[in-house]
């Protein structure tokens, strides 16, 4: 981003030009800049204050002739140009992500049998992940360990493959923080960050350090935020002695703690994830409910996003604050003819745009929800489903499967789906 300043006759004038715009769906090592910032894309902060200086004023006492001095043109008074709120950053969020031994085997097909290739199953959604600045997903599930061979519930392992999927797509970050992160132990939880620093994208939820576990400042669009990430539990696990830093629990003391020491890093918006409510169940439940308002009503966080329910739950504001309290799944194979309902083939991908005003303060749209849906019956992929009813390419059959999705979604979230 360009800053020009031009002074002239005592008025200073700040202009700013130049958009950043997000081109390259490959962002492996994009210039990842953690502190941290973990994506410069404008080289310089805009300008925004203006001066404009008051003319100089008549001698005192001086004489003139009433008849010979030419009236004087009126003074124009001082302008004071306004500070300009921030064009703003636009992201994007999705759901679970997790590797069922069903994914993997699919990926090895996709491979030719000889190693695992994800890429397929994220194709259809790129366009949506590239058209914002910045795209986090949730990884549910840690990756196996060098040398241990994937495994699936109740204790999963995924193939190291999968972050380079997640990263080709067009996620910039993801959650990590939820009730598997302990699966694989401490190994599983160094193997997964190694592998997000292989792949030049960042994550908030598990460490290797404990610096690793505090808030991080990220950058996109000339904005510097905070993404945070917590998860209710550890399905019986505990985090190991000594090291309670590997991972963070779901506790709104700790969290508006942890939003406070963001802001004093610089952080201008402060984003949390929160890995919390029922499994198959759409409502929300209360410890959602009272996690969601205690931390909304400190004013140090400016949007939440859940999931882990593994179907989708409404959005609201709560004391003023977007939270999103359910993303669904967007990569699974739950078994829905058991334990789990149809819906769990059901996600979205949720897109807001956060902007600063001329204050500082943040000003965040309402969300907009892309329906997504996992067709298990064709590779395994994940169906942007407002775009495949509208491809005449898609047969009838497909459509009428996505049509079944995008009805259950919308009698959750009708109000916010994409026009």
Not at 86 to 106: E, N, P
Not at 360 to 385: C, E, F, H, L
Request: some cysteine.
């Amino acid at each position: 981003m360009k800053r020009i300043l031009i002074v002239a006759l005592g008025i200073a004038i700040a202009t700013v030009g130049g958009a950043a715009v997000k081109t390259n769906s490959n962002k492996i090592g994009a210039g990842a800049d953690v502190t941290g910032v973990a994506e410069t894309i404008s080289d310089a902060e805009p300008t925004q204050t203006t001066l404009a200086l008051a003319p100089a004023q008549s001698t005192p006492g001086a004489v003139t002739d009433p008849a010979t001095t030419v009236p004087a043109t009126p003074a124009t008074a001082p302008t004071i140009t306004a500070i300009p709120a921030h064009s703003g950053v636009t992201m994007a969020f999705s759901g679970d992500i997790l590797i069922h031994s069903q994914l993997w085997q699919r990926a090895t097909v996709n491979n030719g049998g000889n190693g695992y290739d994800f890429d397929p199953m994220f194709a259809a959604v790129k366009p949506i992940l590239n058209s914002v600045d910045f795209a986090i997903c949730h990884l549910e599930v840690p990756v196996a360990p060098p040398g241990k061979q994937p495994s699936t519930f109740p204790l999963y392992g995924a193939p190291v493959e999968i972050v380079a999927s997640v990263a080709k797509a067009g996620y910039d970050h993801c959650s990590t923080a939820s009730n598997h992160t302990l699966d694989q132990g401490t190994a599983g939880i160094d193997a997964t960050v190694n592998a997000f620093d292989a792949n030049g994208i960042t994550e908030s939820g598990m460490a290797r350090t404990p610096e690793e576990i505090e808030p991080q400042v990220l950058k996109a669009n000339g904005i510097k935020f905070t993404h945070l990430s917590y998860t209710f539990g550890f399905n019986g696990l505990s985090l190991p002695a000594g090291q309670p830093w590997r991972s963070a629990e779901i506790n709104p003391t700790r969290i508006i703690a942890d939003a406070k020491k963001a802001r004093a890093l610089g952080a201008q918006l402060v984003i949390v994830s929160m890995h919390w409510g029922t499994e198959t169940v759409a409502a929300v439940n209360s410890q959602q409910s009272k996690a969601a308002d205690t931390i909304t009503a400190s004013g140090l966080v400016d949007l939440i996003v859940g999931h882990h329910a593994h179907v989708l739950q409404k959005i609201e504001k709560v004391n003023g604050v977007w939270t999103v309290f359910g993303l669904g799944n967007l990569l699974s194979y739950h078994p829905t003819r058991a334990a789990f309902p149809p819906s769990s083939q059901d996600g979205m991908i949720v897109t807001v745009k956060l902007a600063l005003d001329a204050s500082g303060k943040a000003v965040v749209d309402q969300p907009v929800v892309y329906p997504t849906w996992v067709d298990k019956s064709n590779g395994i992929v994940i169906r942007p489903v407002l775009a495949d009813l509208a491809d005449p390419n898609v047969s009838a059959a497909k459509k009428a499967q996505l049509q079944v999705s995008l009805d259950r979604t919308a009698s959750v979230l009708g109000d916010f789906i994409a026009k």
